[in-house]
């Protein structure tokens, strides 16, 4: 018996040892797992601070270049669709130049026939139908183009052709209503 006594003891200091030993390789593994979260906290903080800082680098650089050149961009797109829009505008615009250029020769072409259509009502069916269409045009033309003079101030033909016309001539018939025998524009000695 006292060998089993002996053999127990034995067994029990064995097992009391490795119980001994047991806690402090746990208590190792324990510290360097204690070491390992540590270390982990402290770098994950270190990241979201890298991640902060990176942050407000990124905002600063945006603000101060990033917006402005977008800004830029949108304004040069803004130009150039203001340049595309002018330049459909000038093909409509260089369209109805040639339309008036044609009109304006044709005009120049059959002078003496509007004058006398519009002095005697005379030929006014040999006119061309595009005329006949513009006629106050063709009339305007005729009235106004070649009456400049270069040592006038104030082109007073213009002026004397287009008072004639309103006041002189009733809208409903076309029939004059008087006659004007003198205007007088600015001082007198001058134009004497």
Same mark, same amino acid.
């Given at each position: 018996?006292?060998?089993?006594?002996?053999?127990?003891?034995?067994?029990?200091? *064995? &097992?009391?040892?490795?119980?001994?030993?047991?806690?402090?390789?746990?208590?190792?593994?324990?510290? !360097?797992?204690? $070491?390992?979260?540590?270390t982990? *906290? $402290?770098? /994950?903080?270190?990241?979201?601070?890298?991640?902060?800082?990176?942050?407000?680098v990124?905002?600063?650089? /945006?603000?101060?270049?990033?917006?402005?050149?977008?800004? /830029?961009?949108?304004?040069?797109?803004?130009?150039?669709?203001?340049?595309?829009?002018e330049?459909?505008?000038?093909?409509? !615009? !260089?369209?109805?130049?040639?339309?008036? &250029?044609?009109?304006?020769?044709?005009?120049?072409? =059959?002078?003496?026939?509007?004058?006398?259509?519009?002095?005697? *009502? #005379?030929?006014?069916?040999?006119?061309?139908?595009? &005329?006949?269409?513009?006629?106050?045009?063709? *009339?305007?033309?005729? =009235?106004?183009?070649?009456?400049?003079?270069?040592?006038?101030?104030?082109?007073?033909?213009?002026?004397?052709?287009? #008072?004639?016309?309103?006041?002189?001539?009733?809208?409903?018939?076309? =029939?004059?209503? /008087?006659l004007?025998?003198?205007?007088?524009?600015?001082?007198? =000695?001058?134009?004497?």
């Amino acid at each position: 018996m006292q060998e089993q006594v002996a053999q127990s003891s034995d067994l029990i200091n *064995r &097992l009391l040892d490795e119980q001994q030993q047991k806690p402090s390789d746990l208590d190792i593994f324990a510290e !360097k797992n204690q $070491v390992l979260i540590t270390t982990n *906290r $402290v770098v /994950g903080i270190r990241y979201r601070v890298y991640f902060i800082l990176l942050l407000i680098v990124v905002i600063i650089v /945006g603000n101060n270049l990033v917006l402005p050149a977008r800004d /830029g961009v949108h304004a040069t797109q803004d130009k150039l669709s203001n340049i595309d829009v002018e330049v459909a505008n000038f093909e409509t !615009k !260089k369209a109805k130049a040639d339309a008036d &250029l044609q009109l304006i020769t044709t005009i120049e072409s =059959q002078q003496s026939t509007i004058i006398s259509c519009l002095n005697d *009502r #005379i030929n006014c069916t040999s006119i061309d139908q595009t &005329l006949r269409q513009n006629f106050s045009f063709a *009339r305007s033309y005729i =009235q106004l183009n070649n009456l400049t003079d270069p040592k006038m101030f104030i082109n007073e033909k213009i002026l004397l052709a287009n #008072i004639n016309e309103y006041l002189l001539r009733d809208p409903a018939t076309k =029939q004059k209503n /008087g006659l004007i025998n003198k205007i007088s524009i600015g001082d007198p =000695q001058s134009f004497t």
